[in-house]
């Protein structure tokens, strides 16, 4: 079957609007070294330690975890510290007019900077976000990972920017719950080398491809947008760019994709070191 793919079957189905591929241009762009260098001086004044980005792999089991437990027991954990909670639906599934996933489980922000935020005027909102609970952002943690979003954390300037906040950057961070249609793809797949520096995968997991079960029907590649993925001989080869968000190992339809976790690695340990990687930057008790 893979012998009879070509290269255009072998893009993943990600978001294809104009703003996005305004910024995928500009994204190349940036490559160029004395662009880089400007891009860098502007973005990241303060150079990458302030920054953080981090998926959890969507089927993680390790032990007794099950798939759920491990992003939640992280999410629960800076629920309960923040100070201030909004919901808002999914800015990457509304303007790219998802089909597969629900729009209305999108982002978590808390902190400081999420009771500074215009909750009519949300970037790209499909309606106005609303301040929550800790039990309610909870109920939404569980609701999107139960529809098969990809858990991810991230305490970025960008974000601080374009949502109007940037005097509480070091007091704000979010969760989002990603799909395809994700908008990190942007940074991370077509533009420079600077989002790999705070863009992490989840320390110990790696994604192992079985050859006697792959048949090369190239459905792994639809969902992955970050140029995880290679074609080897006809089968499905995951390269040093995945992100270890784990959407490829749901869709796979022969179950040839499997998620593993590193055997001389604690789990408890790996979730601590993410949580005081976050801590040790952002305060979201405000």
Same mark, same amino acid.
């Given at each position: 079957?893979?012998?009879? $793919?070509?290269?255009? /079957?072998?893009?993943?189905?990600?978001?294809?609007?104009?703003?996005?591929?305004?910024?995928?241009?500009?994204?190349?762009?940036?490559?160029?070294?004395?662009?880089?260098?400007?891009?860098?001086?502007?973005?990241?004044?303060?150079?990458?330690?302030?920054?953080?980005?981090?998926?959890?792999?969507?089927?993680?089991? +390790?032990?007794? #975890?099950?798939?759920?437990? +491990?992003?939640? %027991?992280?999410?629960?954990?800076?629920? @309960?510290?923040?100070?201030?909670?909004?919901?808002?639906?999914?800015?990457?599934?509304?303007?790219?007019?998802?089909?597969?996933?629900?729009?209305?489980?999108?982002?978590?922000?808390?902190?400081?900077? =999420?009771?500074?935020?215009?909750?009519?005027?949300?970037?790209?909102?499909?309606?106005?976000?609303?301040?929550?609970? &800790?039990?309610?952002?909870?109920?939404?943690?569980?609701?999107?990972?139960?529809?098969?979003?990809?858990?991810?954390?991230?305490? $970025?300037?960008?974000? =601080?920017?374009?949502?109007?906040?940037?005097?509480?950057?070091?007091?704000?961070?979010? *969760?989002?719950?990603?799909?395809?249609?994700?908008?990190? =793809? =942007?940074?991370?797949?077509?533009?420079?080398?600077?989002?790999?520096? *705070?863009?992490?995968?989840? @320390?110990? +997991?790696?994604?192992?491809?079985?050859?006697? &079960?792959?048949?090369?029907?190239?459905?792994?590649?639809?969902?992955?947008? #970050?140029?995880?993925?290679?074609?080897? &001989?006809? &089968?499905?080869?995951?390269?040093?760019?995945?992100?270890?968000? !784990?959407?490829?190992?749901?869709?796979?339809? @022969?179950?040839?994709?499997?998620?593993?976790?590193?055997?001389?690695?604690?789990?408890?340990?790996?979730? /601590? !070191?993410?949580?005081?990687? #976050? @801590? %040790?930057?952002?305060?979201?008790?405000?």
């Amino acid at each position: 079957m893979a012998n009879k $793919l070509q290269k255009k /079957d072998l893009k993943p189905n990600e978001r294809s609007t104009p703003v996005f591929l305004k910024t995928k241009k500009k994204g190349w762009l940036t490559r160029l070294p004395i662009l880089k260098q400007r891009h860098r001086k502007k973005h990241y004044p303060r150079g990458f330690d302030t920054e953080a980005g981090q998926y959890i792999p969507v089927n993680l089991r +390790v032990g007794e #975890y099950e798939s759920e437990v +491990v992003p939640i %027991k992280i999410m629960d954990y800076f629920i @309960e510290k923040a100070g201030t909670i909004v919901i808002r639906d999914c800015p990457c599934r509304v303007t790219n007019d998802c089909k597969d996933h629900a729009k209305d489980l999108g982002c978590i922000w808390m902190g400081k900077g =999420a009771a500074n935020l215009d909750l009519k005027k949300l970037p790209g909102a499909g309606k106005e976000g609303r301040y929550a609970t &800790k039990e309610e952002a909870r109920e939404h943690v569980r609701l999107a990972i139960k529809n098969g979003l990809a858990p991810a954390l991230g305490k $970025l300037r960008g974000d =601080a920017v374009l949502y109007n906040f940037l005097e509480y950057d070091d007091e704000t961070m979010n *969760f989002c719950f990603c799909c395809s249609c994700c908008c990190v =793809a =942007a940074g991370y797949k077509y533009g420079n080398s600077d989002y790999k520096n *705070f863009f992490k995968r989840m @320390e110990g +997991v790696t994604f192992v491809t079985d050859p006697e &079960k792959c048949v090369g029907c190239g459905e792994c590649f639809k969902v992955c947008i #970050y140029n995880g993925l290679k074609m080897v &001989k006809g &089968k499905s080869v995951h390269t040093e760019d995945c992100i270890g968000c !784990g959407h490829c190992e749901a869709v796979c339809p @022969e179950g040839a994709i499997s998620i593993k976790f590193d055997e001389n690695k604690n789990i408890d340990d790996v979730i /601590d !070191g993410i949580i005081k990687r #976050y @801590e %040790k930057i952002v305060d979201i008790s405000g």
